[in-house]
């Protein structure tokens, strides 16, 4: 079993910059991919970014050139660099291995 867990969120103004981390720790190395989704309020959680199965890297349409995932492999952390945020970044982040494990998630506002 693996457990995550998100930090790095809070309240940015527009055009601003956070950078979000999930520590991985369990059954490390049964992970063989990880990425990061965000749930808005009245929405269904979507795919930002991620390192899926092959090891390319994925990005949503809205947010690339904007956001940049990469990772520690040993300090077994994910990282998500979001730089240029706008309003409709708002949402909780979460952290995912292997589509089944889960983070508690992290908060993010961008308001000004």
């Known amino acids: 079993q693996v457990q995550l867990v998100e930090s790095g969120g809070g309240l940015v103004q527009p055009g601003g910059s956070l950078r979000l981390s999930c520590v991985a720790s369990?059954?490390?190395?049964?992970?063989?991919?990880m990425g990061w989704y965000r749930q808005a309020p009245g929405k269904q959680r979507e795919l930002v970014a991620a390192?899926?199965?092959?090891?390319?890297?994925i990005y949503a349409d809205s947010v690339k050139g904007r956001f940049t995932i990469s990772r520690d492999n040993a300090k077994n952390t994910l990282y998500l660099q979001m730089n240029s945020l706008k309003p409709e970044d708002t949402a909780v982040y979460y952290c995912?291995?292997?589509?089944?494990?889960w983070g508690q998630g992290t908060q993010v506002i961008v308001s000004s």
């Open positions: 995912n291995a292997n589509k089944i494990s």
């Open positions: 390192f899926p199965i092959d090891g390319s890297t």
């Open positions: 369990g059954s490390i190395r049964s992970i063989y991919a």
